[in-house]
């Protein structure tokens, strides 16, 4: 079941309370629904916004721990890494923002990710 957003902060609150629910595929299509219009218009947020998709997904990959999916995890986790320093005091949402990659954070550990980055 998805949680449909109609902004940017609903779809990151919706992205965190699913993350928490361990449910990351969800949480990524809900974050995606949210960044596609920021996409086309070049917002400055766009790839703070996909590397959080791509971490989300990352924890699928290994939630469902099929053949090569450390692997794979550790390749879309890449975007988040390149990008979560743009999670910035001035942004707009910056709270939210923070606590995603708060979450992200808290995920790698959890999975012990630090060790194969």
């Known amino acids: 079941m998805l949680i449909e ?3 940017l902060k609903s779809a990151l609150l919706s992205y965190i309370k699913l993350l928490d629910s ?3 595929f969800e949480a990524h299509e809900v974050l995606e629904e ?3 219009p920021l996409r086309k218009n070049n917002h400055p947020l766009k790839n703070l916004v996909k590397g959080l998709i791509n971490g ?6 290994l939630k469902r721990s099929r053949e090569d999916s450390r692997r794979k995890a550790l390749q879309v986790l890449k975007s988040y890494e390149r990008h979560k320093h743009l999670c910035r005091e001035e942004i707009k949402y910056f709270k939210e923002f923070q606590e995603c990659c708060n979450k992200i954070e808290s995920l790698k ?4 990710i630090e060790d194969f980055l």
């Open 34 to 36: 949210a960044w596609h």
């Open 56 to 61: 989300a997904i990352c924890f699928e990959h």
């Open 5 to 7: 957003n109609h902004d």
């Open 22 to 24: 361990d449910k990351y």
């Open 109 to 112: 550990e959890l999975y012990k």
